[in-house]
């Protein structure tokens, strides 16, 4: 007797310690259906669940993908913009409401982030969206339904859906863009047709600081749908590489070479000066003054208020003499018997290389100046120190240029200088980021 009423006094205990657990406060699987057809839902999804206030919140971006919509997380707004056909959902977190195309509309609970998944209570999105929405509590399940055609084929009259990845900021003067749309859809760019590589990427380019695009998408119904945005191209420096043609000259002109940032302003002396699409330029200066002139360049980013400044030596002597030389351009006559330079280099240039610039380094002999020529060195030119010399090269890297089977291929030339006498060597150097 002892024994048994041990027993029950133990049970009671246990009881009251461990409160029996009901099947009502179990949550079971709540589902989510599109016509009649199911949204999966896995671990990485997130599950549909209730919350405090008994709002069903919903995954949304799986649910909304799966309805056909586009979404697009924007981190530095904390919004979820959502479009399918001409309407625009902004989904802002925290906030019991969501703007359609620009207008604020109330929802039942703000949008919530939980596990790094976005959920919102889905009915004001759906029926913004022209579905019709109902709760079946016994099968637990969320109907969302919307009508399409009897071949159940495409809306007829629906705008082409666009889904546009590009960066805000870009450091280098081109960037790569991805366009998301049927294949059957033309692409205009700022006006210009375009056609997308297997990737649906396309490379624009970077001229100002900040560049705005409009992509324009068309389908075969002539219906439209327009994207506008912008990239800002951070330029951290600028170049400019200037030479004067002919140093010394008898009739008081000189031609000034050189490129820079294609974006950049060049003066001369004071006088802007125009550039090529390269950043290119040529300029005869003609009013130089007897004897030593110093010639100031200066190239200038207005728009990052940066600048860079170079001086070059002229000298006019109304009676000098002259010769032709490697050039083709007047030089002073010499009289001193130059031996011919020689140039022996630490690494072989290379043939193929994925690097926008490479250094060449030597030793020479018999050598008063190495120049270097690429398409983005002009007459790059350097005086050995202890016989050593090292110029960097820079290579092109722009598509438009001429491509080989190894990508897109760079004249180097460098070229030992000893008075009249000249060492030349060329070179091929193909540039392949793949």
């Known amino acids: 007797m002892l024994r048994r009423s041990l027993i029950f006094i133990m ?43 008994n709002r069903i919140q919903v995954p949304l971006r799986v649910t909304l993908e799966t309805f056909g919509a586009i979404v697009e997380w924007k981190n530095e707004a904390k919004t979820v913009l959502i479009q399918k056909n001409d309407i625009k959902i902004e ?7 969501i703007l359609v195309n620009g207008k604020k509309v109330d929802n039942d609970a703000p949008s919530l982030i939980k596990n790094n998944r976005i959920y919102l209570p889905i009915r004001v999105i759906m029926e913004h969206l022209g579905s019709q929405v109902r709760w079946d509590s016994q099968l637990r399940t969320v109907s969302i339904t919307y009508t399409i055609d009897e071949n159940n084929e495409k809306i007829q009259n629906e705008q082409p859906q666009v889904k546009i990845e590009a960066p805000s900021k870009s450091e280098k003067n081109q960037a790569t863009i991805k366009i998301i749309t ?19 990427e396309y490379i624009v380019e970077l001229k100002n600081i900040k560049n705005e695009f409009e992509v324009v998408v068309v389908n075969n119904q002539a219906l439209k749908t327009t994207t506008t945005f912008t990239i800002e191209r951070i330029i951290d420096e600028i170049y400019l590489n200037v030479e004067a043609e002919n140093k010394s000259t008898e009739d008081g002109k000189v031609l000034i070479t050189g490129n820079t940032n294609p974006e950049n302003t060049v003066t001369i002396n004071g006088k802007k000066v125009s550039t090529n699409k390269k950043g290119e330029f040529e300029y005869w200066l003609n009013d130089l003054q007897p004897n030593n002139n110093i010639v100031t360049v200066i190239a200038e980013n207005k728009e990052s208020n940066k600048k860079i400044e ?5 000298y006019y002597d109304k009676n000098l003499k002259v010769e032709e030389d490697y050039y083709g351009s007047s030089s002073p006559e010499k009289e001193t018997e130059y031996k011919k330079p020689v140039i022996y280099l630490d690494e072989e240039i290379p043939e193929v290389t994925d690097q926008e610039s490479f250094t060449v380094s030597g030793t020479c002999e ?15 030119r350097t005086k050995p120190v202890n016989n050593r010399f090292s110029i960097t090269v820079k290579l092109s890297t722009d598509n438009e ?3 080989k089977e190894k990508g897109i291929g760079n004249v180097v030339t460098i070229i030992a200088e000893n008075g009249d006498k000249i060492f030349v060597k060329e070179y091929v150097v193909y540039y392949n980021k793949e």
């Open 11 to 53: 049970l009671m205990v246990t009881l009251l310690i461990f409160p029996v657990i009901s099947s009502a406060q179990i949550q079971e699987p709540i589902h989510i259906s599109i016509n009649n057809n199911y949204v999966p839902f896995d671990e990485a999804t997130g599950y549909p669940f209730i919350d405090e206030n």
């Open 91 to 97: 989904v802002p977190i925290n906030e019991p409401y």
């Open 182 to 200: 049927d294949k059957e859809n033309s692409i205009y760019l700022n006006g210009n047709i375009i056609n997308l590589d297997a990737n649906n």
């Open 310 to 314: 170079k001086k070059i030596d002229v």
């Open 366 to 380: 018999n050598t008063e100046y190495i120049i270097v020529q690429s398409p983005l060195n002009f007459n790059t």
């Open 401 to 403: 240029i001429a491509r």
